[in-house]
């Protein structure tokens, strides 16, 4: 970039925040599905009370580097990402950004992580905590409010939940 005077500058932008969905974060993090975009943990290590190791992107990268087949031949690439758990890009986007780690800049979209983590967790271990009775009950007592869903017949029983019900 030049400045008024016409000299070059070199300009560096920061990479703060990405606001991502699930999908989309283990997209930018390189790794394959039902994989941690910000830990090393797999699917059957969600929920464990152990915290994994922090997913790095100098760690990615160095998985990718190690990597001895060609990105061309995409059966024998995508074979050898599946042992560190990579969803097979060769050249992600943060591989030239200085400082920059998806642990770090990967924001949750509030909907999908704060809704439904509430949903999937929180209520099932007020459930565990409670019994599906007792959680009913002080649900259906609570006063009708305008605006708001009122569940007179409890929540335990619901099968699916939409952002606006939540």
């Known amino acids: 970039m030049s400045d008024p005077l016409g000299n070059l500058c070199y300009c560096f932008t ?3 925040s990405y606001i991502v969905d699930t999908p989309e974060s283990a997209m930018l993090a390189c790794v394959r599905g039902q994989t941690s975009p910000v830990t090393l943990a797999k699917y059957d290590q969600f929920g464990d009370p152990n ?4 997913r790095k992107g100098a760690l990615t990268l160095t998985q990718l580097q190690s990597i001895n087949a060609d990105p061309a031949d995409v059966e024998a690439y995508f ?11 060769s050249h992600p986007f943060f591989r030239d950004w200085p400082l920059s780690c998806p642990s770090r800049f990967l924001t949750p979209e509030c909907l999908h992580h704060w809704h439904h983590f509430f949903w999937d967790h929180d209520l099932g271990w007020c459930i565990e905590a409670l019994g599906s009775r007792e959680l009913d009950f002080h649900f259906s007592v609570l006063l009708p409010v305008t605006s708001v869903h009122h569940f007179s017949q409890g929540v335990t029983q619901l099968k699916q939940v939409t952002g606006r019900t939540q």
Request: some cysteine.
């Open 79 to 89: 074979k050898e990402c599946e042992k560190y758990r990579l969803s097979g890009v």
């Open 14 to 16: 920061p990479l703060v």
């Open 51 to 54: 915290q994994c190791q922090i």
